[in-house]
């Protein structure tokens, strides 16, 4: 299986900050792209899938760049709330299913 | 919607005891359930992949026979850790997807401590 590369940081930033995060994935067939949050000692929790056209949800913009194979992630006025691990997952086609890739995360902490 | 529920949470027991974990889709038909495995500050590590009536597909590294795998309905799959060794001591997410290109949803996860 190909690879998902993420900056593990940490990003450590101000409440109210923009923040962004970059994975690149290197199976140009992959499918579909997520983000993922999560806190320590928890399960990961779907944040948004990712769209060819980006998408927004609230405070959260995601990316896609098929020619360079990399999504993103841009969070907008940071909470304090906004502290967690950050997983990037690409959906790899894999013997007629699709197999997720996780990339191992990008850490945020968002200090007052 | 996408609710999965995992059970137990948390496992404490000697070593050489079997442990069976169960993670369920509550609301929606897991064609494809995923098992995982964490240790502290380590990234997921996906341990098999299991489709409705088939057998799991294990990862490079995982013995088949010591994580016993079986997903029998589009709602449930069972993961059970044969003859647990403190090695084995970790803690253990199932996750559940419903069309190949969907995103996955997962369980609480459950805490294994062998001692």
């Known amino acids: 299986r190909k690879e998902v590369e993420q900056d593990p940081g940490p990003f450590n930033v101000p409440e109210g900050a923009t923040v962004a995060f970059n994975c690149t994935y290197s199976?140009?067939?992959?499918?579909?792209f997520f983000w993922y949050r999560q806190d320590c000692r928890k399960e990961p929790k779907l944040l948004m899938s990712v769209y060819s056209s980006g998408n927004e949800d609230g405070r959260f913009t995601a990316q896609l760049n098929r020619a360079s194979q990399y999504i993103s992630l841009l969070i907008r006025d940071s909470k304090l709330s906004d502290s967690a691990t950050y997983l990037c997952?690409?959906?790899?086609?894999?013997?007629?299913?699709?197999?997720?890739?996780f990339g191992r995360g990008t850490s945020l902490i968002v200090h007052p | 919607g996408a609710v999965v529920s995992q059970h137990p949470s948390w496992v404490i027991c000697k070593s050489g005891t079997s442990v069976k974990i169960e993670c369920r889709s509550l609301?929606?038909?897991?064609?494809?359930m995923f098992w995982y495995r964490q240790f502290p500050k380590q990234s997921l590590m996906l341990m098999a992949t299991s489709n409705e009536g088939s057998k799991a597909t294990y990862e490079q590294g995982v013995e088949k026979d010591k994580f016993l795998i079986n997903h029998a309905s589009l709602t449930l799959s069972t993961l059970t850790v044969t003859s647990a060794h403190p090695e084995d001591s970790s803690f253990y997410i199932c996750?559940?997807?419903?069309?190949?290109?969907?995103?996955?949803?997962f369980g609480d996860g459950t805490r294994l401590s062998i001692l």
């Open positions: 996750s559940a997807r419903d069309k190949g290109n969907q995103p996955q949803h």
């Open positions: 199976n140009s067939a992959s499918q579909s």
């Open positions: 609301d929606f038909q897991a064609t494809t």
């Open positions: 997952v690409v959906n790899e086609p894999s013997g007629g299913s699709y197999i997720p890739t």
